[in-house]
């Protein structure tokens, strides 16, 4: 049974950090692409991050480079989002996907291709 755990979400002020982790198990980790969504009220979920089953490539969407990073564990079948000067706008439901990848450094920024989610941690950014 495939299970994708997020942990790490809470309340942070503005300009705060919070990291969230991700544990896997289940299936192979290191064959899979590791994608972070969030949702926030009201709203269609978004694309945030992914990094390859390598962790040598990533992307983000463009509004959060320079703020938040994305890593991986191979060893410990756990990816993070660490997030830095956190805002309220950054206040969502955060889920950790995976993808398959027969490439290691390919990704995919498409929900549509992710096979399995997490049940999401709750971030809430203070002003």
């Known amino acids: 049974q495939v299970q994708l755990v997020e942990s790490g979400g809470g309340l942070v002020q503005a300009g705060g950090s919070l990291r969230l982790s991700c544990a896997v198990s289940g299936r192979t980790f290191s064959d899979y692409a590791m994608g972070w969504f969030r949702q926030a009220p009201g709203k269609a979920r978004e694309f945030v991050a992914v990094?390859?089953?390598?962790?040598?490539?990533?992307e983000f969407i463009d509004s959060l480079k320079g703020r938040f990073t994305i890593s991986r564990d191979n060893g410990k079948n756990t990816v993070y989002l660490q997030m830095n000067s956190l805002k309220p706008e950054d206040t969502a439901v955060y889920y950790c996907?995976?993808?398959?990848?027969?490439?290691?450094?390919?990704?995919?920024?498409?929900?549509?291709?992710?096979?399995?989610w997490g049940q999401g941690t709750q971030v809430t950014g203070t002003s």
């Open positions: 990094i390859s089953r390598n962790g040598g490539h990533f």
């Open positions: 996907a995976d993808h398959s990848a027969v490439y290691t450094t390919y990704v995919t920024k498409d929900d549509w291709l992710y096979d399995y």
